[in-house]
């Protein structure tokens, strides 16, 4: 029995090498999504490519609308955070406390586009994300100046990237972050930023790996193997490979 014991052991190492996967080791995401203002069409769309994606890469992915989540004790179990389209003031006062604890401990957190239209009244948020939403002009396509290509979320594009997306202007823009990407204001109609226009970012904040990226505003936008790249390299700098 012991021998036989043994064998079964090996077998179990050897299929875990093989297939490369440890199921104790994969990377866990929580994909959040709540929104206390305007709620953009395409959320649930996009979490279903988001799902579908980062399980692809090797990903869990647990998908939440609630804010009580950081509240429990599962939340130590999350590498990163993924804020996509959040509006609004999401937090109340403890589960603020919450989220601020998790970041300090060195978890990831990564925003997609209206990421940034949230907790407007929280200096605290305006410093880890980077920017607030000030406004934005109609959908439209725009010329993207990419700056670094070195990058894990922009590697793959040339130095300049055309794209159609709703354009955000940004407010309380914060010295810490690094831009990767800024919009060509004269590719597209009634930006208000002037040349420094930037529309994805990184920062070490706090112990913690933090990306955004203000685009993902369309449908189309979750159909472009150009953006999904984006996103995907995103999440790499953000856990840290």
């Known amino acids: 029995m012991k021998l036989k014991a043994f064998h079964l052991g090996l077998l179990f190492v050897f299929l875990v090498s093989f297939t490369g996967l440890s199921f104790a080791a994969k990377k866990k995401i929580l994909l959040f999504t709540k929104t206390a203002g305007y ?20 990903y869990q992915v647990v998908h939440s609308e609630d ?11 999350f590498d990163a955070v993924l804020f996509f389209s959040t509006t609004g003031t999401i937090f109340n006062e403890a589960q603020k406390e919450a989220f601020q604890k998790y970041i300090q401990s060195g978890k990831g957190f990564m925003g997609i586009h209206a ?17 607030y939403f000030m406004s934005h002009p109609a959908v439209q396509d725009a010329k993207i100046d990419v700056l670094n290509r070195k990058h894990a979320s922009t590697k793959h594009l040339n130095k300049i990237w055309l794209h159609k997306d709703e354009w955000y202007d940004f407010k309380d823009v914060q010295p810490g972050i690094t831009v ?52 995907v390299g995103g999440m790499k700098y953000v856990l840290g490979k």
């Open 67 to 77: 804010a009580d989540i950081f509240l429990s004790d599962s939340i130590s179990s």
């Open 39 to 58: 709620r953009h069409e395409n959320i649930e769309k996009g979490v279903n490519v988001l799902k579908k994606l980062y399980a692809e890469s090797g």
């Open 115 to 131: 990421a940034t239209d949230s907790e407007h009244k929280w200096p605290w948020y305006n410093r880890l994300v980077g920017a």
């Open 180 to 231: 990767l990407m800024n919009l060509d204001e004269s590719s597209y109609k009634d930006g208000k930023m002037g040349a420094n226009h930037p529309i994805a970012w990184f920062q070490e904040f706090e112990g913690a790996r933090m990306f955004y990226t203000g685009l993902g505003h369309t449908n189309e936008s979750f159909d472009s193997p150009t953006f999904l790249k984006h996103l």
